[in-house]
């Protein structure tokens, strides 16, 4: 293709998205795209399952049985997230298989988020009202994203992830409206993911690399630090309702702006955790390399048996 | 062979000895699920792959719902305040009446599917039979599993046959599961004195009855695996009773840490 011809294809293909018409799998797209695109959604997939590790972690000792269910229907919805995300991006051409290697060698990231431990069981609400909360708040604006595979697929995963974002809420309350010790627990919880819950809106924008291409294609409609703004303006009254206090001395109603003012964040505790350096990176990432490396016998099983299956229907077709 | 189902005298639950044999015949059958969807919730985010990861926490999900209808049922004939939270969390390790079959460890994904197996066939023969129950309510529970029951085997007994005629390793992985887990699967058919009266009441379906019909059932499947079938001079057996493998104490560490350590809390 000539340089004329590349350059009106382009010209085609940002009026599209202008138009808010999907790019669908078959259409034309500039390399860029597909490549941006493979990055943030294979990512995005390796968040869910990532995600999976910190709140398994509780699954055996939840307190109720209701808590119990609500936990692994909610870790196996995330399960389910990655699966719709992985097959997403699949049709921009790469293999499940090689997402997972990148993955597995550090070449893809995931959300910092999970790089922290979960020691209590308050943590479980903590993470569901704000991780899942930031997540809504990163992820709505990409059910009208450019990419027609990537927006369907956040559709139903922004439904449920309100969900757990309720149910997260909801152990909370219960923890506020319980004894001293489950109280305290839960402050505890707020206190140690509050900072971690702000820094997953990302770097600010200042330091953000990203933004203006990401704008174009419906990757980003706000900036990171508006949806910061919005997460911190949204979660603040919640907390007061629960009777939390958010461990921002800084933070303080400015009614000249309609929102809050809060503290400096510590971006190099995030670039730390962002460059693998987290207290739970090492974990997590050795308990999906041991997952994909202890499972592979099954899944050459599995494939095995099928090309046996094959070979046998062949053999009785012919015999008829 | 189905038999008209006779309904329950109304009496028969003043008894106090009737009403603690069935609660401790319902516990046996209960504790089978929670401990199976307790070791299938240690898996969950460590399958070989998200669809297998699914299915099994699916299950997971499965055992759990069965068991707490279970310990409903149970709260409800104790007329106490006790809860299925209560059952499930608060005794010891004499007081859990599932087979040893169901506690033993998720060694790796080829004992994770015989354990599966090996319930499974029983678990759908057992609510099939449990649908001629004499209790009503135990009739709706067994109607209520019985789509899932089979929907499990079916899980599980195609995996069998994936693993088994498989690759060389998956076979020798699986059948080193098989020949290990076998001597678990006479458990299923013991009776316990509990057991016993509610089978003489017709509450209880009588699975020794279908003992044959089970191994007939799972020799059939272990062959379609290209799998040997064990033979064994001996089975173990106690869960029943209350006699656990060291396995149990440690389930129950973890089920119950925080019913213990947070006591009289609400969640
Ligand atoms: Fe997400
Ligand atoms: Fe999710
Ligand atoms: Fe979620």
């Known amino acids: 293709m000539s340089e004329a011809e590349i350059k009106s294809l382009e010209a085609q293909f940002d009026a599209k998205i202008a138009r808010d018409e999907k790019i669908e799998p078959k259409d034309?797209?500039?390399?860029?795209?597909?490549?941006?695109?493979?990055?943030?959604?294979?990512?995005?997939a390796h968040s869910e399952i990532v995600g999976m590790l910190p709140e398994g972690n509780w699954i055996t000792r939840a307190p109720s049985f209701r808590r119990k269910v609500a936990l692994l229907a909610k870790v196996q919805d995330e399960a389910g997230h990655g699966l719709y995300l992985y097959s997403a991006c699949e049709t921009l051409g790469i293999t499940r298989e090689q997402m997972y290697e990148d993955l597995h060698s550090g070449k893809a990231k995931y959300s910092s988020i999970f790089n922290?431990?979960?020691?209590?069981?308050?943590?479980?609400?903590?993470?569901?009202?704000?991780?899942?909360?930031?997540?809504?708040?990163?992820q709505v604006p990409l059910c009208s994203t450019s990419f027609g595979p990537y927006a369907r697929a956040m559709v139903r995963v922004c439904k449920e992830e309100s969900f757990h974002q309720r149910q997260g809420y909801e152990i909370m309350l219960s923890l506020c409206n319980g004894t001293e010790e489950q109280k305290e627990m839960a402050q505890d919880a707020l206190n140690r993911w509050w900072w971690?819950?702000?820094?997953?809106?990302?770097?600010?924008?200042?330091a953000s690399t990203h933004t203006e291409q990401s704008m174009k294609w419906k990757l980003k409609r706000k900036t990171n630090d508006e949806l910061r703004q919005q997460f911190i303006d949204q979660t603040v009254p919640q907390a007061e309702l629960l009777g939390l206090t958010i461990p921002d001395a800084d933070l303080k109603w400015n009614d000249g702006k309609g929102s809050y003012d809060f503290g400096e964040i510590n971006w190099d505790e995030f670039w730390q955790v962002v460059k693998g350096h987290g207290p739970m990176n090492k974990k997590r990432l050795d308990d999906r390399r041991n997952a994909w490396e202890n499972g592979a016998w099954v899944r050459e099983a599995a494939s095995a048996y099928a090309a046996k299956q094959k070979d046998r229907k062949k053999e009785i077709a012919k015999a008829v | 062979m189905k038999q008209p189902i006779k309904e329950l005298n109304p009496k028969f639950l003043e008894s106090t000895q009737n009403k603690e044999h069935l609660i401790n015949y319902l516990l046996g059958v209960a504790d089978n699920y929670l401990i199976l969807g307790q070791r299938l919730g240690e898996l969950c985010g460590h399958g070989p792959n998200l669809e297998p990861d699914i299915a099994l926490t699916n299950i997971s999900l499965d055992m759990l719902g069965q068991v707490r209808s279970f310990y409903q049922y149970i709260a409800q004939l104790r007329g106490d305040k006790s809860t299925e939270d209560d059952i499930a969390f608060l005794r010891k390790e004499r007081e859990y009446k599932n087979v040893l079959l169901l506690e033993q460890p998720n060694t790796d994904f080829g004992y994770v599917i015989v354990r599966q197996f090996f319930f499974d066939v029983y678990n759908k023969m057992f609510l099939n039979a449990l649908q001629q129950s004499a209790d009503e309510t135990l009739r709706a529970l067994a109607f209520k599993g019985i789509k899932e029951a089979s929907y499990h085997e079916r899980f599980s007994g195609d995996w069998l046959k994936r693993l088994g005629d498989g690759t060389e390793e998956s076979r020798s992985r699986v059948q080193e599961a098989v020949n290990d887990l076998w001597i678990y699967t006479d458990e299923l058919f013991q009776t316990t004195t509990a057991d016993d009266a509610m089978i003489e009441a017709g509450v209880a379906p009588d699975m020794s009855a279908f003992r044959d019909t089970y191994y007939e059932k799972v020799k059939e499947l272990l062959t379609i695996a290209t799998l040997d079938i064990p033979e064994v001079a001996y089975f173990q057996k106690g869960g029943k009773e209350g006699l656990h493998s060291e396995h149990m104490g440690f389930i129950l560490t973890e089920m119950q840490y925080m019913q213990r350590a947070y006591p009289d809390s609400k969640w």
């Open chain 1, 116 to 138: 922290y431990p979960t020691m209590t069981w308050a943590d479980m609400g903590a993470i569901g009202w704000l991780v899942d909360g930031a997540a809504i708040i990163n």
């Open chain 1, 28 to 44: 034309w797209m500039p390399e860029k795209y597909r490549k941006t695109h493979i990055r943030q959604i294979s990512q995005h």
């Open chain 1, 196 to 206: 971690p819950s702000l820094m997953m809106l990302g770097p600010t924008d200042a």
